[in-house]
């Protein structure tokens, strides 16, 4: 499974997989990613919500899921 879930990270754009990333492996909340990176903070609200819906996604077409949602996403 593990495998399986890399891969799906690695077809997610490179800025909603560095969001991604920086929340969920560094720890590090949106506005800590917004200050890391420079980037908006809407944009790191949108990318990691965007990367999100994929990764879901993507679950749900591995099988029978009725219903799945991230841990967290820290703000």
């Known amino acids: ?43 790191v609200k949108t990318r990691l919500e965007l990367a999100l819906r994929k990764v879901r996604s993507a679950v749900m077409a591995l099988g029978d899921f009725q219903e799945w949602s991230p841990v967290h996403v820290r703000v």
């Open 1 to 43: 499974l593990t495998g399986i879930f890399q891969k799906m990270l690695e077809n997610l754009p490179v800025a909603q997989r560095q969001a991604l990333h920086l929340s969920y492996y560094c720890g590090l909340s949106q506005r800590e990613i917004a200050a890391r990176t420079g980037i908006p903070l809407g944009t």
